[in-house]
């Protein structure tokens, strides 16, 4: 194992980010901008493990690639977003690392995979220089909210390898209610929602945001799928008991996604 990911006494932030819709790669708007302001604020990681809504699998597998591609994951989009390439270098020390020390579940590496846009679009924003390495890790369609949770917890440890974890998907995202007309819509239900969510990270009720569904109408209207979700989760189980939480991009966009993202630490 290289020195890069040496343990530390410094504690690393972990953050979760809303990414909605995929043009946000490309567009200026007020969620980009705080996504550039993250790069200027957050300590310089030696890699970043990205836990991405967009890489659902069947196991739980990890990018070991040395030069990751940029997947182009979304068809009906401009010809200008399929140019975009994200030329980032991957970290297979870190990838080691990983299948070394997870014990929770047996992770596979992913030789192949590159990076999807759940994870570039939000880091070409954040280093646009694509001069920080980095690793994606998959999501376990088999599993449960509570499964992943304590996978987050067991990650946690990288926090003080010098990583940068960020969890990518969106705590509210039914594609089905979009309003693609009204980027400023917002139903009552998702604001309503939106509150509870933040709340309770607030109070750190944990166990009231993994078992979301018993939460009422609303939450099963922001979360009909659980992908966009779980990422918070692994964000959330790896939050210490010092941590403090700082809310960013608190909106809802086209009225049924949350942009609401939050750093920890």
């Known amino acids: 194992m290289t020195d890069s990911f040496a343990e530390r006494n410094e504690l690393m932030p972990a953050l979760f980010a809303g990414h909605g819709n995929p043009m946000y790669a490309i567009e200026e708007n ?4 705080e ?4 790069g200027l604020l957050l300590p310089k990681p030696e890699a970043v493990l990205c836990i991405s809504a967009h890489w659902e699998t069947g196991d739980t597998y990890v990018t070991s690639s040395s030069k990751p591609e940029t997947i182009h994951d979304f068809y ?6 399929f140019d975009v390439r994200y030329p980032a270098g991957g970290a297979p020390a870190l990838a080691e690392l990983i299948l070394e020390r997870i014990k929770f579940t047996k992770v596979k590496e992913d030789a192949k995979r590159g990076l999807d846009h759940g994870c570039w ?4 924003n954040i280093y646009p220089d694509a001069g920080i390495p980095v690793v994606q890790l998959s999501i376990d369609v088999n599993q449960p909210a509570e499964w992943h949770y304590q996978l987050g917890k067991e990650l946690g440890f990288l926090r ?5 974890i960020l969890g990518s998907g969106n705590m509210i995202h039914n594609l089905r209610l979009v309003n693609w007309r009204d980027r400023n819509a917002a139903y009552d239900w998702a604001l309503e929602i939106n509150s509870k969510f933040k709340q309770l990270i607030i109070e750190n009720k944990h166990t009231e945001l993994i078992n979301y569904s018993v939460l009422g109408s609303a939450a099963l209207l922001a979360a009909p799928t659980p992908e966009h979700y779980l990422p918070m989760l692994y964000i959330l189980g790896m939050k210490e008991e010092e941590d403090k939480i700082n809310f960013f991009n608190d909106k809802i966009d086209m009225g049924s996604l949350s942009m ?5 630490g």
């Open 30 to 33: 007020e969620f980009t901008a």
């Open 35 to 38: 996504w550039g302001r993250l």
């Open 76 to 81: 009906g989009f401009p010809d200008e977003l």
């Open 121 to 124: 679009a939000l880091l070409k």
């Open 160 to 164: 003080r390898r010098g990583v940068l």
């Open 260 to 264: 609401t993202s939050f750093i920890i």
